[in-house]
């Protein structure tokens, strides 16, 4: 399995950006899709997944401007980020899992890894 993530750059506080995570390869084992995020000199942490039965979690910290979505057909999964603020700089990575139903793995559990896509947010 392979995961692509684009759409990160350079926004001003209060913007937004949506990105993209396409899985190719051999997608049928993917069951969990979500997104990380790791800050300079900060530990990765979890940003938003969507189970293997389709349920959305976003962090506690990020839910009214973050949210994720799914697209099976597509193999694909969004993160759009409202009301973007400076701290929420970071580079964002796409993980992807075979483990189905709604079982939520922790980052050291996901077999699959995009390459990351950096977020600066201006002030």
């Known amino acids: 399995v392979q995961l692509q993530a684009s759409g990160g750059g350079l926004v001003q506080a209060g913007g937004s950006l949506r990105l993209s995570c396409a899985a190719s390869g051999s997608v049928g084992v993917i069951n969990v899709m979500g997104w990380y995020r790791q800050a300079p000199g900060k530990q990765r942490e979890q940003v938003a997944i969507?189970?293997?039965?389709?349920?959305?979690i976003v962090a506690d910290s990020l839910q009214g401007r973050f949210t994720i979505s799914r697209d099976n057909a597509k193999n694909t999964v969004y993160l759009q980020m409202n009301s973007l603020k400076p701290e929420d700089t970071a580079v964002y990575y796409c993980a992807a899992d075979p483990r189905g139903g709604s079982y939520c793995p922790v980052i050291p559990e996901y077999d699959y890894w995009g390459q990351g896509t950096l977020v600066t947010v201006s002030s």
């Open positions: 969507v189970t293997g039965d389709g349920r959305p």
